[in-house]
């Protein structure tokens, strides 16, 4: 068991990262002896910017990095690898409580100026204990234009054992000046027998479900293993795949739309209770407002901003689970591309086969890349945050 471990098929990522985290050891070693190294030339960096499709597992390889470049094993005077995933510098990077790791992940539509300022100020402090000052950036996509350039001269002038990483979709997802002074580290989606394959092994999976599970997601595995283990998942995956054929006339169309952005408000609402209950908890009891004690004089306010957040958070949530939904749809519809093409390769899923058939027949290749063409419409407009039902019924009416 190593850091690496959760990086399902992504050998070549693996293997630069464990060469920089070993140049990394090197420098810290040598910087303890009184030395001057250099990291020029070297496979390490002080900043790196991580890529990949949803499901590629870009934040899972941010944070197995820190944890390699926070090792403290005594292998790695050995000529071990640094990466143990036993040792203290490894196992409180990796669960969260390092305290020269900082991971900064958002639910919000953006991440602003202030945040990034509070980032930044934190970035020029020295290791407090570790042999990095790490700081993860999940979403380094939703940096406002301001926040971009806030980060920038962090990036371009990092204090000497800082590392940030950020990661993104795509590099075009992070503003030019900043990608241009990262390292990038492309990681391509993961092959659907090695997520089945990981879904057998360390979740216990049926081999049948997690196959199934695997080809539905298309290698994506934090949604392969919550499909393979939630039956309500499952459910409404089964109910975004029989929509099509409900659409037969406009009063269908809109009772579909209304149930889709229905169903991912309830899935929005399920994953984001145990949440906010956890965060109200934990911030009463910091203000000593447990046991059904009333809120301290002048605390109110605090309460109230960390409901707003929970409310940004859920409409995050909300557009999140539709977007999966129309992901869905479009696997269905590629199918019926696929179909009438020939083929009889499925990306939906066996239990949407029949529909696929009949769907394939009734119509042209033609018409189905219009209807594809609908739902990328679709998502467009909720990343433009035009209202979820208006956007939806319009898709609806164009699937018809």
Known sequence: MTVWDDLVGQDRATAQLGAAARDADAYVTAAERGEQPELSGSAMTHAWLFTG???????????????????????????????????????????????????????????????????????????????????????????????????????????????????????????????????????????????????????????????????????????????????????RRLAVLRLPERLTDVGGCLRAAQELVDAASEDAKQLAEELDEKETGELRAALGATDGKRLPRGTAGVMKDLEERQKRRATRAQRDALDLALTDLTAFYRD????????????????????????????????????????????????????PLLAVEAMTMALR
Request: hydrophobic share 40%.
């Open 53 to 235: 499709p949803p499901g590629s597992g870009r934040a899972e390889a941010a944070r197995a990095f820190a944890a390699a470049l926070q090792c403290v094993s005594p292998d790695r005077a050995l000529g071990g690898q640094p990466g143990c995933g036993f040792c203290d510098g490894c196992h409180t990077a990796l669960i969260g409580t390092h305290a020269d790791v900082e991971v900064i992940r958002t639910d919000l539509l953006t991440i602003g100026v202030k945040e990034t300022r509070d980032l930044v100020r934190r970035a020029q402090l020295s290791p407090a204990g570790g042999r990095w000052q790490v700081i993860v950036l999940e979403d380094a996509d939703r940096l406002t234009e301001g926040a971009g350039n806030v980060l920038l001269k962090a990036v371009e002038e990092p204090a000497p054992r800082t590392v940030w990483l950020l990661c993104a979709p795509s590099i075009e997802d992070v503003l030019p000046t900043i990608r241009s002074r990262c390292r990038q580290l492309s990681l391509r989606t993961p092959p659907i027998a090695a997520v089945a394959d990981a879904l057998i092994r360390r979740d216990g999976i049926e081999p049948d479900v997690a196959r199934a599970a695997a080809q539905a997601t298309q290698g994506h595995l934090a949604r392969a293993r919550r499909l393979a283990t939630d039956q309500r998942a499952r459910d």
């Open 336 to 387: 019926v591309l696929a179909r009438q093409f020939g083929s009889a390769a499925g990306l939906a899923g066996g239990e949407s086969a029949a529909s696929v058939e009949r769907i394939a027949a009734a119509g042209s290749p033609e018409h189905t890349l219009r209807r594809m063409e609908a739902i990328l419409d679709c998502r467009e407009a909720l990343d433009r945050n035009v209202a």
